[in-house]
């Protein structure tokens, strides 16, 4: 019987042990997809316990909670302290057998504050005493948590109205390394929902500074802050949708829906789907002449519950995996911006299980030889950033495409505490890539493995992204 989680947690193998301790283990991190909040790396945030780093904002513990039977008094409320809401986590924690936060719950005690302890209620206040004090000291500020796990490069997910002023600050104050933003204009298309809609454009214009009256003048101002963002480091986009939107319109069609935006008129379903889909391409237009990588999320579906949603407003952990039809308007829009050559460098990323081997296949369609993985199948997102999850997304990789010229992983999430799911995907690599060797499926050349296994952590996303 394995002790759990020591040095060979799940390498199953020999060779899995020596890919990984040899060769994975030490690589730095780049994280190019994330939600930490800049401001709180711009002042270098110290928390003052474990509750507000570990529990505050991370819906997937909150889902997990309530599962268990937790009033939310103790999940979003704000008539509990801290610390009785960290008795609730540690009261649900020996009831997360087998979901990965079992997992990520320990390996974060582990990685950052050296304790083994096993969570539970009999041990809730020795760790939260612990690790509360540990948090507060200067060796647990937020760049020395990120310091702590061999962080190169983060790239945060911001909106264009964004001022980027934290980025501004962390650059100014030199700090090592680097906080890119990333360009997440999905609010500016969201023709679903007309009231935010008008109030994001009249935010736009003042923000800008411009009289906007026209498709072509809001486009204008649109294209002013991704200018700005790229002056201010940004390489990449990201959107966050349902599905990819590639219905036919014509420019004379969409000049036309915008009036009636502007005007308050209500759209129909097609005209909405019109917008939307000029929108999206527009904005891939620009990702590709300033090089950016662009990366599509698709499939959530998100705010199921209208009440919670009502009460607690959106990503309180009110979202599913949708199965939403993705192949051929995915194939439409990309094959649009490939027949003009302005199809930049894409990461499709799917929250349905069933669309991996979709995904894996439409990336090769698209690759032409420019860029080695040019298109890339993106890591295991969200609900599936788990063992079995990672395990089928590599393995669809793997049997369609290049795994190889894999990106790797990223840890999606807003807390500071979450990098060792970078550990825990370089494990399943090293594992399945051990079990290869083994059954004789690889030949026992641990040095060129070794070899692609440090592109895959690292490397290949250094330069990729071109950071």
Known sequence: MKKFIDENFLLNTKTAETLYHSYA??????????????????????????????????????????????????????????????????????????????????????????????????????????????????????????????????????????????????????FEISILPAFRPDKAMNADDLPALQDYISKLAALTGTEINTFDTYLSALKSRHDYFAENGCLL????????????????????????????????????????????????????????VQQYHLGALRNNNARMLRELGPDTGLDSIGDFKQSEALSKFMNKLDSTNQLAKTILYNLNPADNELMATMIGNFNDGTVAGKIQFGSAWWFLDQKDGMIKQINALSNMGLLSRFVGMLTDSRSFLSFPRHEYFRRLLCNLLGDDVENGELPADIEWIGKIVQDICYNNAKTYFKF
């Open 25 to 174: 283990k030490e690589m730095p991190v780049i994280d190019y997809h994330c939600h930490l909040p800049p401001d709180q790396i711009a002042e270098d945030k110290n928390f003052e316990n474990l509750t507000q780093v570990w529990l505050y904002g991370d819906h997937y513990k909150w889902r997990a909670m309530r599962a268990n039977g937790i009033s939310e008094d103790y999940i979003t409320g704000n008539k509990t302290t801290d610390w009785e809401k960290f008795e609730k986590w540690a009261e649900t924690v020996p009831y997360t057998l087998r979901n990965p936060l079992y997992h990520w719950t320990h390996l974060e005690l582990q990685r950052y504050f050296d304790v083994y302890d096993i969570l539970s209620p009999a041990t809730a206040k020795k760790i939260y005493d612990e690790c509360t004090a540990k948090l507060q000291t200067p060796e647990y500020s937020v760049k020395n948590l990120l310091r702590k796990m061999k962080v190169t490069t983060v790239a945060t997910t911001d909106d264009p109205l964004d001022s980027l002023e934290h980025h501004q600050k962390i650059k100014a104050d030199n």
């Open 237 to 292: 986009s990201d959107h966050g949708l349902e599905q990819i939107y590639a219905e036919d319109y014509s420019d004379a069609e969409v000049s036309g829906i915008f009036l009636k935006i502007i005007a308050n008129a209500a759209l129909t379903a097609t005209e909405a789907l019109k917008f939307k889909s000029a929108m999206l391409y527009q904005f891939a237009i620009w990702d590709h002449e300033r090089g950016w």
